[in-house]
């Protein structure tokens, strides 16, 4: 959890299972505190806080990690890092949407980074109306969602081959994404389980909702 708009944030009940661990990120941890929600780290440098609210960030998490201002990771990347270091199936960021763009994408770059060096994990910025991901080359299989019912690819730093779509609106065959191109954009599951599969590349994945 970051700090970000908290209007644009899922409703954390939906996030929560018997084995979610909560880790949060700057402000973040605080508002996971407010939720009653015990952090298991609260990691960052803590300059969004003043000494009350960090004091209750402490009292209300398993650890505080607190680092310099001066540093080379965000906040937010310092967290991801802690996530991965407990060996999860999926790590899930939220509180990154909603606000300053240059947070934004900062953590999607910082997801992207920890995707490729973590394939065996499943990494996505999730909020209230969509959910992004990064496919590596190969079958992924996307589960028709009632919830982000509009699905579009887009090539992430490299262009995208061999990719074939089957169980959406608009399938393809031997289809190429190319960076700057938009041609993929608000695609339907139709079958209850789709696939999509390339051969090369990075490809995001984005599930939106209107409402």
């Known amino acids: ?9 899922p409703p954390l009940g939906r996030l929560s299972g018997p084995d979610t661990v909560f880790i949060g990120a700057d402000r973040g941890a605080l508002r996971l505190v407010r939720q009653g929600i015990r952090p298991a780290a609260a990691v960052g440098d803590f300059d969004s806080v003043n000494k009350e609210e960090l004091d209750e960030i402490r009292s209300g998490s398993d650890r505080l990690i607190r680092v310099p201002v001066e540093k080379n990771e965000t906040d ?3 967290a991801l890092l802690e996530a991965v270091a407990g060996s999860p199936r ?6 990154v949407t ?9 953590a999607m770059h910082a997801v992207f980074r920890m995707q490729r060096a973590h394939p065996g994990i499943r990494f996505r910025i999730l ?3 969509n959910e992004l991901s990064f496919l590596h080359p190969g079958e992924t299989k996307i589960t028709k969602s009632d ?4 699905v ?29 191109t ?5 695609n339907e599951a139709i079958s209850e389980v789709c696939t999509i599969s390339f051969q090369t590349g990075i490809c995001l994945m984005i599930r939106s909702t209107d409402a």
């Open 1 to 9: 959890m970051a700090g970000g708009p908290g209007s644009v944030i």
């Open 76 to 78: 937010t990347e310092l």
């Open 127 to 129: 909020d209230r109306y």
């Open 182 to 186: 938009t041609l993929y954009t608000s």
């Open 90 to 95: 999926t790590v899930t960021l939220t509180g």
């Open 152 to 180: 579009s690819f887009f090539a992430f730093s490299e262009k995208v081959e061999g990719v074939v779509l089957d169980g959406f609106r608009y399938e393809l065959q031997d289809g190429l994404i190319l960076p700057g």
């Open 98 to 106: 909603g606000g300053r763009l240059d947070h934004a994408e900062s």
């Open 147 to 150: 919830q982000f019912p509009y």
